[in-house]
Every structure is written in structure tokens, then in C-alpha cells.
């Protein structure tokens, strides 16, 4: 995700456009009379429409890309970066304009196509985070922002996303990935408790969002239901989806199998923390809040 701006969205949402894991569009039943017919479903209103999600999650001051910008000049990254689940693709885009060769990677295609219209620069393709091979040189780092990494749902997908970052760095290539923090919800149930309404306007229409969240603690998923309406008339519709829910713990055991060292793993600051990042500021020494911040270095390539 991807997924990216405000504490407001860090509650419900991780905004950025990742591997879908929205309910399938409903079949046409040919026997129904046409007018009876319902309306297409998207399979994520905010991914299908990128300029809707960008209306949504504003980032005018490009505080994501900020802050991935000085976590790669704060541990010495080369230029080559591959931004993985790019979403919109304005992050990678300020990467490019901060003097960095990049390639930015979606799964979605209405995505990448709206990333090389309105963020132009970055090279743009198509990957599945959970298992890529991008065929290029080697990257000198990849970021993933915005809980894109936690559409990785099982152990498998995990293993699928970390052995490619390690194929596609060079030795000594960082990754670094913003996204929610597994252990905020050992004991809380603050963003469980009620579901979270939200509303904006775009075009002249106001879609209004009303989100739950519940915990599947056997898949360690935290799952969310979505209900969308509009004032134009536009019948409601219900959306699922759902991220893996990491521990601080697992995730440096994690990239250690698979030849990463832990530099920084943190709730903060960063951008969708509260207060927010900014420049100047240094990584956080705890790990307890509903962010986790992290930069690791890939010292055994394999």
C-alpha cells in the first residue's frame, strides 16, 4: 500500500494500490431485465480510480517520499531504487526528482497507467510484490511503503517477497518499508472497538466510508469490511479486505533468514505518525505504537 497521508486514514486505511484482495465483481444473470441489472462493482473503489485515491489521501508535501528519501541518504543508498507496490506512483516520482535512477512496480494496471500520466520519471512495470524478478541490474534499494508489504497473508508470500528483494539488491542494498504495527493490537482495541466513518467530496460527489476492523488471530490478519455509498445515487457496496499482521520480533527473524540486518525497526516518527515526521528527525527508540519504521541491509546476498 498502499495506501498514505493522515493519522485519520492510518486508523482504517492503508491507501496505496497493492495485490487486491477485494471481493470478486458480481456475474451478470442474462435473465434479469436489463434495467434490473446492477451497476459494476469495482474491486477497490480507491485503486480502480487513482485520481479518486490521490483526492482521498493528499500528500501535497510528499511527506512519504520524504521520509524515504532520508532513510536512503541516512544509510548511505546508492542511486538505483526500485519502489515495490508504488501505487500512484507519486513517491517514486520524488525519488526520481531527488536525482535517483527508479523503478516503480504495481500490481495494478489503472495505477501505473495514472503514475506515468501524472508522476512522470521513474520507469514503470508491472510486478506482484509476493514473488518478482525484474530482470535488471541490481538495485541499490527497495522501498515499500504504506502496509504494502502486509499483503503478504501467509509465511510463504513473506518468503516470496524477501528472497526477491534479495535477488533484485546489490550486496549491501537496503530495504525500506513503512507499514501498521502487529503488536498495537496485543492488548488494544481502540481501532476495533467502533467502525470509523469517513466522507469526502471529488467531482462534485460526496462518497462517504464506513470501516470496521476485526482480527483473525489464527491467520494473524486484521481484517476490514467496507461499506461505500455516494450522493448520487449510486447503489452502496461492500469491500474486504485484509493485511498480516507482523511483531517487531518476527520481523527481524524474518530478514535475518533471508540475509537482511535490522538497522532500524520503529513506531516512529514517520509520515503517517502523529506527530508526523520531519526533516531532521531521527529514528524512534520504541516499537509499540500502530506504525513500525524499517531499514535493513541485505549483508548476505546468497
Known amino acids: 500500500m498502499d495506501p498514505r497521508m493522515n493519522h485519520?486514514?492510518?486508523?482504517?486505511?492503508?491507501?496505496?494500490?497493492?495485490?487486491?484482495?477485494?471481493?470478486?465483481?458480481?456475474?451478470?444473470?442474462?435473465?434479469?431485465?436489463?434495467?434490473?441489472?446492477?451497476?459494476?462493482?469495482?474491486?477497490?473503489?480507491?485503486?480502480?480510480?487513482?485520481?479518486?485515491?490521490?483526492?482521498?489521501?493528499?500528500?501535497?508535501?510528499?511527506?512519504?517520499?520524504?521520509?524515504?528519501?532520508?532513510?536512503?541518504r541516512r544509510h548511505g543508498a546508492g542511486p538505483r531504487v526500485l519502489d515495490i507496490g508504488c501505487g500512484t506512483g507519486r513517491d517514486a516520482a520524488h525519488l526520481h526528482a531527488a536525482g535517483r535512477t527508479v523503478v516503480a512496480a504495481d500490481l495494478s494496471d489503472a495505477m501505473l497507467a495514472y503514475a506515468r500520466t501524472h508522476h512522470p520519471g521513474p520507469e514503470h512495470v508491472r510486478a506482484d510484490l509476493r514473488g518478482f524478478d525484474l530482470r535488471t541490474e541490481p538495485f541499490d534499494a527497495v522501498v515499500c511503503l504504506d502496509s504494502a508489504l502486509l499483503y503478504c497473508h501467509t509465511n510463504a508470500e513473506l518468503d516470496g517477497f524477501l528472497a526477491s528483494c534479495r535477488r533484485s539488491l546489490a550486496p549491501g542494498g537496503l530495504l525500506v518499508a513503512e507499514m501498521r504495527n502487529g503488536a498495537y493490537f496485543l492488548g488494544r482495541t481502540d481501532l476495533l472497538d467502533t467502525p470509523a466513518v469517513n466522507g469526502f467530496t471529488w467531482r462534485g460527489t460526496t462518497h462517504t466510508s464506513t470501516t470496521t476492523l476485526s482480527l483473525d488471530r489464527a491467520a494473524q490478519l486484521l481484517r476490514r469490511t467496507r461499506r461505500w455509498t455516494a450522493d448520487d445515487g449510486t447503489p452502496p457496496y461492500e469491500q474486504r479486505s485484509a493485511w498480516r499482521l507482523l511483531f517487531p520480533q518476527e520481523i527481524r527473524h524474518l530478514l535475518a533468514t533471508h540475509g537482511f540486518e535490522t538497522l532500524a525497526l520503529h513506531d516512529g516518527p514517520g509520515p503517517r505518525t502523529e506527530p508526523a515526521w520531519q526533516e531532521g528527525l531521527g529514528p524512534g527508540e520504541t516499537a509499540d505504537q500502530d506504525r513500525l519504521h524499517l531499514v535493513a541491509r541485505l549483508t548476505d546476498p546468497g
Not at 8 to 35: L, Q, V
Not at 49 to 56: D, G, I, M, V
Open 8 to 72: 485519520e486514514a492510518a486508523a482504517t486505511d492503508d491507501g496505496a494500490a497493492r495485490p487486491r484482495n477485494a471481493e470478486a465483481r458480481p456475474r451478470h444473470d442474462a435473465s434479469r431485465p436489463r434495467h434490473e441489472v446492477p451497476p459494476p462493482r469495482h474491486e477497490n473503489l480507491l485503486t480502480d480510480n487513482p485520481a479518486l485515491y490521490e483526492a482521498r489521501f493528499p500528500d501535497d508535501d510528499r511527506l512519504a517520499g520524504r521520509w524515504a528519501e532520508d532513510c536512503l
